[in-house]
């Protein structure tokens, strides 16, 4: 193998790879918190409150 032809190849797996990472939403990620019947989510605290009145 030549070197132009390892260059090559290396050049192609990083700029695979780095658009591979680019394609990714870290730290994006939504998640919808669900309370049983008779609580509500409150942001605050994290945690399901009861529902009073």
Do not use: H, P, R
Request: hydrophobic share 40%; net charge negative; charged share 15%.
């Amino acid at each position: 193998m030549t070197i132009k032809t390892l260059l090559t190849t290396s050049a192609l797996m990083i700029a695979s790879a780095t658009a591979t990472f680019a394609q990714c939403d870290w730290g994006k990620e939504q998640v919808t918190m669900t309370c049983t019947s008779g609580t509500v989510y409150d942001a605050e605290t994290n945690t399901c409150k009861v529902v009073t009145g």
